[in-house]
Antibody, heavy 121, light 108 residues
Framework: VQLLESGGGLVQSGGSLRLSCAAS????????MNWVRQAPGKGLEWVST????????YYADSVKGRFTISRDTSKNTLYLQMNSLRAEDTALYYC???????????????WGQGTLVTVSS | EVVMTQSPATLSVSPGERATLSCRAS??????LAWYQQKPGQAPRLLMY???RRASGIPARFSGSGSVTEFTLTISSLQSEDFAVYYC??????????FGQGTKLEIK
């Protein structure tokens, strides 16, 4: 299993970025996928989840209305469109795969190495 | 939202000794709890899930226990590679998972 994030960078407050996560080594369409972020020197914060089919999406209150998660099964890729970025969105963004077994999930079993988003004010 | 509280914030232990890390949930999460290890510059790694089940490839010196609101991660004999930050995560209400703030395990 490999998850490879890209798309991070430096952006001004109010700007936009689109993150990508290229997945391989598993049947991408069988698993819900997630974005988790970590501000510099801080802990882990769940950001967003998309169901295996892509039909359901979920967001943390801190990003609701500004971020959009999506997936392209034909490209085995997960996305996070981030608009109206704020200084407090500065973080390392990880994509993570659901640890799913027999219809139940048990946290996240694989993580990418992360892509850094820096929002300047 | 379920708030996860880890203690202590920092734990100093000598190699070869036992380390015990705690995690408390603000409401019942049954045994829907995972532990992750994160080393500097690396992504988190899943250690335990369902409170007490080791993830694939995790050494037997790692064990987890607890249920409802009180959980413990024990490392029986610390190796040099075990010094890291450890996070607990509740997954009782998919997908609105929450993490603890982390415990830094450092060499004494």
């Amino acid at each position: 299993v490999q998850l490879l994030e890209s798309g991070g960078g430096l952006v001004q407050s109010g700007g936009s970025l689109r993150l990508s996560c290229a997945a391989s080594g598993f049947i991408f369409s069988n698993y819900a996928m997630n974005w988790v972020r970590q501000a510099p020197g801080k802990g882990l914060e769940w950001v967003s989840t998309i169901s295996d089919s892509g039909g359901s999406t979920y967001y943390a209150d801190s990003v609701k209305g500004r971020f959009t998660i999506s997936r392209d099964t034909s490209k085995n890729t997960l996305y996070l469109q981030m608009n109206s970025l704020r200084a407090e969105d500065t973080a390392l963004y990880y994509c993570a795969k659901d640890n799913e077994d027999s219809g139940f999930t048990y946290g996240y079993d694989y993580w990418g190495q992360g892509t850094l988003v820096t929002v300047s004010s | 939202e379920v708030v996860m509280t880890q203690s202590p914030a920092t734990l100093s232990v000598s190699p070869g000794e036992r380390a015990t890390l705690s995690c408390r949930a603000s409401q019942s999460v049954s045994t829907n709890l995972a532990w992750y290890q994160q080393k500097p510059g690396q992504a988190p790694r899943l250690l335990m899930y369902a409170a007490s089940r080791r993830a694939s490839g995790i050494p037997a010196r790692f064990s987890g226990s607890g249920s409802v609101t009180e959980f413990t991660l024990t490392i029986s004999s610390l190796q040099s590679e075990d010094f890291a930050v450890y996070y607990c995560q509740q997954y009782n209400n998919w997908p609105l998972y929450t993490f603890g703030q982390g415990t830094k395990l450092e060499i004494k």
